[in-house]
Nanobody, 129 residues
Framework: QVQLVESGGGLVQAGGSLRLSCAAS????????MGWFRQAPGKEREFVAT????????YYADSVKGRFTISRDNAKNTVYLQMNSLKPEDPAVYFC??????????????????????WGQGTQVTVSS
């Protein structure tokens, strides 16, 4: 089992940047695919980005492609989401999620919230115009 704690959210002006971090407990962090999702008030949780256990495979929602970058440091048990050029439509609670994987199997990109086993509590991102 893994516990996830997000940090780095806050208030930023439109066009600005934030870097979110998600620290994971446990010694098997490198056995998890990690993802970032977000949920705005009154909306469903939506996929933002995901990264494979090794960090070699990443995938983004069209709405953030070219602006956000997901990365991970397995030595620090941490996954990051660098968010640049933030827009008024980006504010939401951002959640980190983990899915246990078998590194010996073919990598499959996972973009559905239901495909992830563990979730953090979320961190609020607010963008002022």
């Amino acid at each position: 089992q893994v516990q996830l704690v997000e940090s780095g959210g806050g208030l930023v002006q439109a066009g600005g940047s934030l870097r979110l971090s998600c620290a994971a407990s446990g010694r098997t962090f490198s056995s998890y695919r990690m993802g970032w999702f977000r949920q705005a008030p009154g909306k469903e949780r939506e996929f933002v980005a995901t990264i494979s256990w090794s960090g070699g495979n990443t995938y983004y929602a069209d709405s953030v492609k070219g602006r956000f970058t997901i990365s991970r440091d397995n030595a620090k048990n941490t996954v990051y989401l660098q968010m640049n050029s933030l827009k008024p439509e980006d504010p939401a609670v951002y959640f980190c999620a983990a899915r246990k994987v078998n590194p010996s199997l073919t990598i499959r990109t996972r973009t559905l919230a239901s495909e992830y086993d563990y979730w953090g509590q979320g961190t609020q991102v607010t963008v002022s115009s």
